[in-house]
């Protein structure tokens, strides 16, 4: 276990900002948060910096209580979203301001130093002041200060928000990249979905300052603990409430539930990208719903073509591959997708998408 | 003065309009004009400090640097320099420590600390220099402390205290706190943080306010003359000097002097903040 957060509370003022929060991160685990605004994730990774300190609860590293150690003394680093370089530094120093505080000096500071440069490929900028570099080379700068203390758990903090998008993508990759190399326990605040999900192990979905599902990608993308996680994670058609496995509309289609029922309210759902415009193949394998087509938005990859459906009282999106010739509008159409693909997940009362 | 907007980064904000080419021309004038108004002082002091007779008029009685030997070899005057310059350096330092201090209170403070900070720091600005000096010897004498050198470096640091502060809040408020952040993050006890990863991005703004609280109190007279008592500094002195008429002409050398340090010493600040000033830590 490298980092472990027992029942930790926190407010600012009157706000409660986390509230009875309790985390497990594995060892050399890519772990990303991912919440709306105001979800409590950046308090939560400053509480693990030691930049914030929890009003009640337990922070430990490899089983070591280091609630009540202050930031200057924890084996964690981290990186900040606006990267926080030092202007007045070059590259180097900036890169052995954490190593002189461990009171490195000469040659070892030198090659320490020397390997991070190495580690985030600055070799030829390591004597440039941070104004003189582009914003990706920046990032790189934080990660490599922080990386050359060898710390038990890197926490990032939006590291990527600033960046546009090309660049984004492109650090994604070097952020994979140097876990497998550093094999340090990496803690990210995720800006966006594509971003957790295309680097973390386990995304961690937070909502009023709790966990609310943290499971590995894939789980949290098709298997949503709630109607919370289920809209706020990509994008979802919510379907009519079922009684028992089947809702028959008659003329106006059919959906079956194929997973057995949870316990309490339920939701239900489906991604755009399941559903196929026609008529199903087999009707006993496949929900379906009869619609008209309301709007086409061409998104590059994909049409998105929104469907009413009249019976079922829904507005449904479906996500079309660009090879295939999208219907026009008005045009009266069938949806349908394999009943597996119908998602359950507890449904939250305050929260009708 | 290009000085300060340099020293704070500036944003290179650009500011476009247009003027006709006559209107131009008449900018140019008024600029022109208030050049020389400004500067012909100067100059009218620098041309008669060359006479060689004692009253100062036109025509001049012949040219010479004479008064210039003589003020060179006047120790009373040196010595009234030398008092100037320990209590403009003392204060300044006094000013620029507080001025900080003030500063940070007043951009990262909470609630009311910013407010008193803001009151206490700046408020001096609007106090006359005359009331300063009286209220201080008041004071002073209230609690014992005798007019003396001493005196009037903490009068001055009261004085230039605000000056300071003005010019150092804008860099301090375009520090990121981050940074501090990140050198605690990185290992660093606060005294280290402060002078390796907060100050120095600022330290044109705090030469600046040194320098400005420098001469601030080298030229101040008011207070000066209030709290020195028996010695004198370079500009109670001067005035002094100036109910003597034979010993005027040896005061404007000493002013011209004084005026062509001001000048070059202002150059060398400047250019050092245009090389980007921060001092860069070597390896």
């Not at chain 1, 954490?98 to 985030?120: N, Q």
């Not at chain 1, 709790?210 to 993308?221: G, H, S, W």
């Not at chain 1, 394999?338 to 929260?351: G, S, V, W, Y």
Request: aromatic share 8%; proline share 6%.
């Amino acid at each position: 276990m490298a980092v472990e957060l027992k029942s930790i509370s926190k407010s600012f003022g009157a706000v409660t900002i986390i509230d009875d929060l309790s985390l497990k991160v594995e060892r050399g685990e890519f772990l990303a948060f991912l919440g709306p605004s105001g979800c409590g994730k950046s308090t939560t990774l400053r509480m693990i910096a030691g930049l914030e300190n929890p009003d009640s609860g337990q922070i430990t590293i490899d089983g070591d209580d280091i609630t009540s150690v202050p930031a200057n003394k924890r084996p964690i680093n981290m990186v900040f979203q606006s990267y926080a370089l030092f202007p007045h530094m070059t590259v180097w120093d900036n890169i052995a301001y954490g190593l002189r505080r461990d009171g490195l000096t000469g040659d070892v500071l030198a090659a320490r130093v020397e390997e991070g440069v190495r580690l985030v490929r600055l070799e030829q900028l390591a004597d440039r002041k941070p104004s003189a570099l582009s914003g990706g080379q920046q990032q790189r700068v934080a990660l490599a200060r922080s990386l050359v203390k060898k710390p038990k758990a890197l926490l990032l903090d939006e590291p990527l928000g600033a960046l546009d998008p090309i660049l984004r993508h492109h650090m994604q990759r070097e952020l994979k990249a140097l876990q497998g190399q550093t094999d340090t326990t990496f803690i990210y605040v995720a800006h966006h979905q594509d971003e957790a999900f295309g680097l973390a192990d386990r995304v961690c979905v937070m909502a009023g300052g709790n966990v609310v599902q943290l499971d590995t990608p894939e789980i949290v993308y098709r298997q949503p603990k709630d109607s919370f996680v289920a809209s706020f994670i990509g994008q979802i058609n919510r379907l009519p409430p079922i009684e028992g496995s089947v809702l028959d509309l008659g003329e106006g289609g059919c959906v079956r539930v194929v997973k057995p029922s949870l316990n309490g309210k339920t939701g239900y759902g489906v991604r755009p990208e399941a559903v196929r415009l026609g008529k199903p193949d087999d009707a006993e394998k496949s929900s379906w719903l009869v619609g008209k087509v309301s709007d086409i938005i061409f998104r590059g990859p994909s049409f998105e073509v929104e469907v009413e459906t009249e019976k079922a009282g829904r507005h449904m999106v479906v996500g079309l591959q660009c090879d295939l010739n999208p219907p026009s509008k008005d045009d009266d159409v069938v949806v349908h997708w394999p009943n597996e693909q119908t998602m359950q997940f507890q449904e939250l009362d305050d929260d009708q998408a | 003065m290009a000085t300060a907007t340099s020293s704070w980064d500036g944003d290179g904000m650009s500011l476009e309009y247009t003027v006709t080419k006559g209107g131009k021309r008449t900018l140019g004038a008024i600029f022109w004009a208030v050049i020389l108004f400004f500067y012909s002082p100067l100059i009218v002091l620098f041309i008669l400090s060359l006479n060689t007779g004692y009253v100062p008029r036109l025509p001049l009685e012949g040219l010479g640097l004479q008064w210039y030997s003589a003020a060179l070899n006047n120790e009373t005057l040196w010595s009234a320099v030398g008092v100037s310059l320990r209590i403009a350096t003392v204060s300044a330092i006094i000013a620029t420590v507080f001025a900080l201090l003030a500063a940070f209170a007043i951009v990262r403070g909470k609630g009311a600390i910013r407010i008193i900070a803001a009151i206490a720091a700046i408020s001096p600005l609007v106090m006359p220099a005359i009331v300063i000096g009286v209220s201080q010897l008041l004071f002073f004498v209230w609690i014992g402390l005798p007019r003396s050198p001493v005196a009037v470096m903490i009068g001055h640091a009261t004085f230039s205290l605000p000056y300071a502060t003005l010019i150092l809040l804008p860099a301090i408020s375009q520090l990121n706190p981050r940074c501090d952040e990140a050198a605690k993050d990185l290992g660093a006890r606060a005294f280290v943080r402060s002078y390796t990863a907060t100050l120095p991005p600022a330290l044109p703004a705090i030469v600046s306010a040194f320098l400005i609280a420098f001469t601030l109190s080298f030229d101040e007279v008011a207070i000066a003359g209030f709290l020195i008592g028996s010695d004198n500094t370079f500009p109670t002195y001067l005035l002094a000097q100036m109910r003597l008429p034979q010993r005027l002409p040896e005061a404007m050398a000493m002013s011209v002097m004084a005026a062509a340090f001001s000048l070059i010493l202002f150059n060398v600040v400047d250019r050092i903040q245009q090389k980007g000033g921060a001092a860069s830590h070597g390896r």
